[in-house]
């Protein structure tokens, strides 16, 4: 693969282009099987905590409002799940938020929690009420989702089947375009609206289309990220078929990337969004900024449904090096997106070794998987490992990559951070997602 040349700090991140509208993230909101906000998230990670449980399909039906004359008739080899316990209607309420969330899916109910707790923290939202947005046509919503209220669609159908006329709400319900439409409504967001669908990179990309918005001056504040609620039976079943979930019984143990002995993922559901602004408007209302977003690259294999080749993920690690660059001092940390798949863990550090090996300067690195901890949460495991990185870059604290034993030979002289965090000086963040279809994008951050 050819390479253009590098500058230390990056040619995107020093152009002037760039340095005239600048993004910068002002707010994060991570909810995962490890806590319904950020900071329990976080404190989980660090403390190599595994937010993992057995699951049982008739509780996941009864859960799920699977149609009552039905009963899962279908066998799942997985039996180990990232489930998030939460009332989103009371955590809602806390912020003064009131909505009828019977007229939506659970995916986008995480979807509109994530949102209000991201603008809380970024200070644009206050007892329920936005603030500091002038101009509600420059705000805007990117959250993706890999397939939304689906199962709501599965449960109209049976309905259907069995002969019973379903309520007009059942079908909005499904949407995958509520997913940000819902958000949108909600605050008042008239600029950009949209709802990304790429696989497991989804939300990596809706990160990188909301930066691009604001950088072509189209909006000032966008709401970017993912969200995914995929513990169902029938989604659930989708992917042991494949197969591509962990088989292991054990949830201590069930996620395993970079090991030997990895066998699949764990499925979880989760939401995570950030709110990126121009730097010019983040300070002249006095946020708080985050961190920067310092470049991005995307890519695909153009290869197979579900075999990874690299080809997509060395093209854009080395366009997202080369518009980010390297830090001036503390170590590089990527984020990898590390299913635990076996054949997709060593691609992904081979291509990683490739484009970092070809640099001109090599800087300390380190690599984990936080998927390890939390599961695999499908179209929002972008947005969510981004907000992780993030917090690794201002905490200076590498998240760990649990259950590693017996690494795999490719990454043998590799720091990927094994069962416990580590205190480094970190000085530049990026985090890779690649999917289904061979769609990939890696997206980085330095500090404001």
Request: with cysteine; net charge negative; charged share 20%.
């Amino acid at each position: 693969m050819e390479r253009s040349s590098y500058s230390p700090q990056g040619e995107w991140a020093n152009s002037p282009e760039r340095q005239s509208r600048r993004i910068v993230v002002t707010g994060i909101s991570l909810i995962t099987p490890l806590g319904i906000d950020t900071k329990t998230t976080w404190e989980n990670i660090i403390a190599s905590r595994s937010g993992f449980r057995s699951f049982d399909l008739n509780e996941l039906a009864r859960n799920s409002n699977y149609p009552e004359q039905d009963t899962p008739d279908t066998k799942i080899e997985a039996s180990v799940a990232g489930i998030i316990d939460i009332d989103v209607k009371k955590e809602l309420g806390e912020y003064g938020i009131k909505k009828n969330l019977h007229k939506m899916s659970r995916s986008t109910q995480l979807s509109l929690l994530a949102s209000t707790q991201a603008l809380t923290e970024a200070g644009l939202l206050e007892n329920g009420e936005i603030r500091c947005i002038p101009n509600p046509a420059r705000f805007g919503v990117r959250i993706g989702t890999l397939l939304g209220g689906t199962h709501h669609l599965i449960n109209v159908h049976s309905r259907i089947q069995r002969g019973l006329r379903p309520m007009p709400s059942d079908v909005l319900i499904a949407g995958p375009e509520r997913i940000s439409s819902v958000p949108s409504m909600a605050f008042g967001a008239m600029g950009p609206v949209e709802t990304p669908v790429a696989a497991c990179a989804t939300g990596s990309l809706a990160i990188i289309g909301g930066a691009q918005d604001i950088f072509e001056g189209d909006a000032d504040i966008m709401l970017v990220g993912g969200v995914d609620a995929p513990i169902h039976p029938d989604e659930l079943s989708m992917y042991d078929i494949l197969p591509a979930l962990s088989r292991e019984k054990d949830p201590n143990l069930a996620s395993r990337p970079f090991d030997k002995s990895r066998d699949g993922f764990v499925m979880a559901e989760g939401a995570g969004v950030l709110v990126l602004e121009s730097e010019e408007h983040a300070k002249k209302r006095g946020a708080k900024i985050l961190a920067v977003f310092s470049g991005y690259g995307k890519a695909s294999d153009a290869d197979h449904d579900t075999r990874p080749n690299g080809r997509g993920a060395k093209i854009a690690l080395d366009i997202a090096i080369r518009r980010a660059g390297l830090p001036d001092s503390g170590i590089l940390y990527y984020n990898a997106h590390g299913t635990g798949t076996i054949k997709g863990d060593d691609i992904e550090v081979e291509a990683f070794l490739e484009v970092f090996g070809s640099l001109p300067q090599k800087p300390d690195f380190a690599i984990s998987s936080t998927k390890s901890s939390m599961g695999h949460t499908r179209g929002a495991s972008g947005a969510i490992e981004a907000g992780i990185a993030i917090l690794a870059l201002n905490s200076n604290t590498l998240p760990p990559t649990l259950h590693l034993e017996n690494p795999i030979d490719e990454a043998s002289c590799v720091n990927l951070v094994p069962n416990d965090a580590q205190a480094k000086k970190v000085g530049i963040v990026y985090s890779g997602n690649f999917g289904f279809g061979g769609m990939g994008a890696v997206v980085a951050f330095e500090k404001p």
